[in-house]
Nanobody, 119 residues
Framework: QVQLMESGGGLVQPGGSLRLSCAASGSIFSINRMGWYRQAPGKERELVATITRSDSTNYADSVKGRFTISRDNARNTVYLQMNSLKPEDTAVYYC?????????????WGQGTQVTVSS
């Protein structure tokens, strides 16, 4: 089992920045990829960014050039630096950990943190 604890959400003006953090605990040795997803009201959950154990990253087109995902192995923590935020970035952001060595992988989710971009 993997437990995920997110922090760092809040209210920010358009053009501002926020950094989200996600600390993993439990069976962290089994994690092969971590990432961030988001869900806006009335919309489906969508991928924002992912990072693998080999530091390969992937971003949604809508956030490329504005968001950066990174990780600190010593702290078992993944970060999402969000710059140049737009109102359409408003959503609940969820941390995800994908674990296992064979398909189907196990997916674990954090409780979510609200990000609101508004003037």
């Amino acid at each position: 089992q993997v437990q995920l604890m997110e922090s760092g959400g809040g209210l920010v003006q358009p053009g501002g920045s926020l950094r989200l953090s996600c600390a993993a605990s439990g069976s962290i040795f089994s994690i092969n990829r971590m990432g961030w997803y988001r869900q806006a009201p009335g919309k489906e959950r969508e991928l924002v960014a992912t990072i693998t154990r080999s530091d390969s990253t992937n971003y949604a087109d809508s956030v490329k050039g504005r968001f950066t995902i990174s990780r600190d192995n010593a702290r078992n923590t993944v970060y999402l630096q969000m710059n140049s935020l737009k109102p359409e970035d408003t959503a609940v952001y969820y941390c995800n950990a994908r674990a296992g060595t064979t398909i189907p992988y196990s997916n674990y989710w954090g409780q979510g943190t609200q990000v609101t971009v508004s003037s």
